[in-house]
């Protein structure tokens, strides 16, 4: 397995712009979450989906944030409109009873 | 609710030393435990975790971890550390339900 997938590794957009993050959870995995990591806040759980249904969103920041699993090999997140303070390291993470695996995040910087 | 705490934020050892890396948890009931590591701009990859039996538990690359319910402890240990082992390590806790509470990172680095 190619384990967990993540599109764009980089993104740089201008404040107010849409950017949509993607996720493709490893095969097989019956929950998705979504993570953000900063140095300020360290790694914090945005939302977290099981069976694609969206199970806590309590993490997520504010409206601007929105998340959906459409079906069980793909996810979205995005920030609409992007704000500076939104710059971080997006991990996607799949799991399988308990252990989590991460893919390799996307750097989004908001300028 | 749960916490966890790593009360090292970095850590130096020399090329061949031994490692240990401290995490307390704060958790009502018997809790599941992880230890991931993070290679700069890389996501996180499992250690190792403990759900229950052998307070011991191996992971990969030399690692290994001891469950200590009395002190409330799940450190990391490795007895000869190697330059690649340089790294942020986050311990976890099984946060009730399917969620992960992470500590907020131990820094390694390692002297040649």
């Known amino acids: 397995d190619a384990g967990v997938i993540q599109s764009p590794r980089h993104e740089v957009t201008e404040m107010g712009q849409e950017v949509t993050l993607r996720c493709k959870p490893i095969s097989g995995h019956d929950y998705l979450f979504w993570y953000r990591q900063t140095m300020m806040r360290g790694l914090e759980l945005l939302i977290y989906?099981?069976?694609?249904?969206?199970?806590?969103d309590s993490g997520m920041p504010e409206d601007r944030f929105s998340a959906k699993m459409p079906n069980a090999s793909f996810s979205t997140l995005k920030i609409q409109p992007s704000e500076p303070r939104d710059s971080a390291v997006y991990f996607c993470?799949?799991?399988?009873?308990?252990?989590?695996?991460f893919g390799p995040g996307t750097r989004l910087t908001v300028t | 609710a749960q916490s966890v705490t790593q009360p090292d934020i970095h850590i130096t050892v020399s090329e061949g030393a031994s490692l240990e890396l401290r995490c307390n948890y704060s958790y009502g009931a018997t809790p599941y435990l992880f230890w991931y590591v993070q290679s700069p701009g890389q996501g996180l990859q499992l250690l190792l975790k403990y759900f229950s039996g052998d307070t011991l538990v191996q992971g990969i690359k030399g690692f290994e971890a001891e469950f200590k319910r009395s002190q409330s402890s799940f450190n990391l240990r490795k007895p000869s550390v190697h330059w690649s082992d340089a790294a942020e390590y986050f311990c976890?806790?099984?946060?009730?339900?399917?969620?992960?509470?992470f500590g907020k990172g131990t820094k390694l680095s390692v002297i040649p």
């Open positions: 976890a806790v099984r946060a009730g339900s399917y969620q992960l509470t």
């Open positions: 989906f099981n069976n694609n249904v969206p199970i806590d």
């Open positions: 993470a799949s799991s399988f009873n308990y252990e989590q695996y």
